[in-house]
């Protein structure tokens, strides 16, 4: 029937969705091209997908008037304005669920690596000195109180897995829910004061950005973990910073920053601290998973059967 959809990739995206678009597409790259700005200019009017795992604005929306979908790879999408495409008629789209339980392992993976300072353990037995000491001990988390700050599907996943640990668990979110059997606080600092360790998997955007700021780690107190899965904006690094330089909690285990890939000198200078290069969904198979869902919904799209999972800003409802 009509001629394949034109696509724009603003940079290289995961071989799946390279491929598959490649061979129904007529794809456009940014990336590499000679003059990027002049090749916008030149193929955006007829652009009518695009594939993302970055920033999206109105101003970039507005170079592609015939932007009908923005397919966003990860579940996190607060580099997209949802809004602006919105009000654009554009639909987002992202991908939940299918990395739900792989960022919830990693969680889990970093609460222990970042109490039991297992990073800290490694590197004491490569430099050679087992033989001449024991690795000092641990903090433990054997009796401790677990806060996870925001309870959506992550969150869950989360908390189910923490069942099988036997710690007491206790959430904040927006609202209290009314299915589940943890302990609601109204506020950030209400749960950082009940619990032990702190686990953020709220979303990123305005609306969270500094959640957990000077406060927030005050009342975690000098025994609190502070472990952070979600985005770099929910938490004041400044502030994050200072509270484990001066004891005001006791670590922290982060696989997400303000200004990715740049980690601030002040959080590597700390021992107390275990670091990861955002690698919550990074695994093959779920990487995958999500690049299927990107190309499920962009296909699914443009065979006139609507996104798969749009997001809350952008809601599908047949066209009648
Ligand atoms: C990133 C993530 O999207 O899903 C999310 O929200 O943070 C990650 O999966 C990934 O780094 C791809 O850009």
Known sequence: GAEPADILLLRGMHPLI?????????????????????????VGPRIRGLCVGGAVDGALMDRLPALELIANFGVGYDAVDAKAAAQRDIIVTNT???????????AIGLVLATIR????????????????????????????????????????????????FEVQIDYYGRNRQTDVAYTYHDSPVGLARAVHVLIVVAPGGPQTKGLVDAAVLEALGPEGILVNVARGSVVDEAALIEALRTGTILGA??????????????????????????????????????????????LSWFEGRGPITPVAETPWSERT
């Open 96 to 106: 939940p669920d299918v990395l739900t339980d792989e960022v919830a392992d990693l």
């Open 18 to 42: 390279e491929r598959t678009l490649d061979s129904r597409f007529t794809v456009h790259r940014l990336e590499g091209a000679a003059d990027p700005d002049a090749l916008l200019s030149k």
């Open 253 to 298: 285990g982060l696989d997400v920053f303000e200004n990715e890939p740049h980690v601030p000198a002040g959080l590597i200078a700390q021992d107390n601290t275990v670091l990861l290069p955002h690698v919550g969904s990074a695994s093959e198979h779920t990487r995958n998973a999500m690049a299927q869902l990107v190309v499920d919904n962009v």
């Open 117 to 164: 300072r297992l990073p800290q353990a490694d590197r004491y037995l490569r430099e050679g000195h087992w033989p001449k000491a024991p690795f000092p001990l641990t903090p433990s988390l054997r009796g401790r109180r677990v806060g996870i700050l925001g309870l959506g599907r992550i969150g869950r996943a989360i908390a189910k897995r923490l069942e099988g």
